[in-house]
Nanobody, 130 residues
Framework: QVQLVQSGGGSVQPGGSLKLSCVAS????????????MAWFRQAPGKLREVVAT????????YYSDSVKDRFTIAPDIDKDTWSLQMSRMKPEDTAEYYC???????????????????WSQGTQVTVTS
């Protein structure tokens, strides 16, 4: 099994920044920690869960949705067991519940749907409001 525990989130004013982090652990993660896809998703009230960004663990391939491109950055942190989402120049429409997700033993090619990930964090609320 794999456990994903995320931290960060909260409230910020428009134009501000927040950082989310996700720590992975567990037996399956240790087996496939060099070959997998980590993602951040978000879900606003009344809307479908949507992908924000993906990162291939075995390299530096990344994907960003058009709505966050050039504002958000997904990256591994130094200890390699943590992935972060740095959110900058935030907008009210970024308000949502954010989740990190992962699939191991696979790359990120074409992975932009929640059904393609089988490990999920608990979620955290991000609110952008003045």
């Amino acid at each position: 099994q794999v456990q994903l525990v995320q931290s960060g989130g909260g409230s910020v004013q428009p134009g501000g920044s927040l950082k989310l982090s996700c720590v992975a652990s567990g037996y399956a993660y240790r087996l496939y920690s060099d070959h997998g896809c980590m993602a951040w998703f978000r879900q606003a009230p009344g809307k479908l869960r949507e992908v924000v960004a993906t990162l291939y663990i075995g390299g530096d391939d990344t994907y960003y949705s058009d709505s966050v491109k050039d504002r958000f950055t997904i990256a591994p942190d130094i200890d390699k067991d943590t992935w972060s989402l740095q959110m900058s120049r935030m907008k009210p429409e970024d308000t949502a519940e954010y989740y990190c997700a992962a699939v191991f033993g696979a790359d990120c090619s074409g992975r932009t749907y929640s059904q393609q990930f089988n490990y999920w964090s608990q979620g955290t609320q991000v609110t952008v409001t003045s």
